[in-house]
């Protein structure tokens, strides 16, 4: 099943499925990450539009999502707000000038883009040479067993939802070519981590 098909079948039970994690954990990061962000801000898989109500006044926000119906779900989120601007875009071909944003944001997409490479590649592009790329993403830990157990259940986590669990995403940013200013680890050890990175 492609992506777009995938997350077209899941759009109207997407906020339900995440609300245990919504509530323990991602929502709180949303509002650590987004909060203090300020000029023209892309998102990048914006799904359902999760992090819309995190975003200050002051941002002019463009969310981009190759899903129409996970995009039907963020306009819902985005129609009291001004500053929000919704599009059905594939990552991987991003129809922006060069060096437009201030920052490109990713949350929990660097998993399930078929290809991440590229799609890094298009927000180093976008991004303005002294913005930021931002992505707060689960990855493959660097400890053995947990990487061990990813690497075991990521044909599973394939077949059933289509998300990759074991993906390198901070060597792929470095890969796109983007140079990194720090990584955090979030939670699970280092499978939840948070990539600031320069074009
Ligand atoms: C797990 S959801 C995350 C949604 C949102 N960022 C969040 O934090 O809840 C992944 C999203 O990435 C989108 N996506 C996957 N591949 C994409 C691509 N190539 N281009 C644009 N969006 C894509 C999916 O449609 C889906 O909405």
Redesign the pocket.
Known sequence: MS??SK?NRISHV?DIM?LPMETMM?SNW?EEVLSGLSGRVL??????G??IPHYPDNCEVVG????DK?LSHAKEKASSRNNISLFQ????NLGFKDDSFDYVI????L????QPIP?LKEMKRVCKPDGMVINLEHMKSENRAIALAEDVLNPLTVAITD?NINRETVENVKKAGLNIIDVRNMALKDVFRLIRSKP
Do not use: L, Q
């Open positions: 992506v777009i997350y997407y995440e991602f949303r998102e990048v898989g914006i799904g359902t999760k992090n981009i999502d190759i899903s996970m875009m594939d990552a991987e990713t949350t929990f997409v998993c399930s883009i078929p799609a998300v």
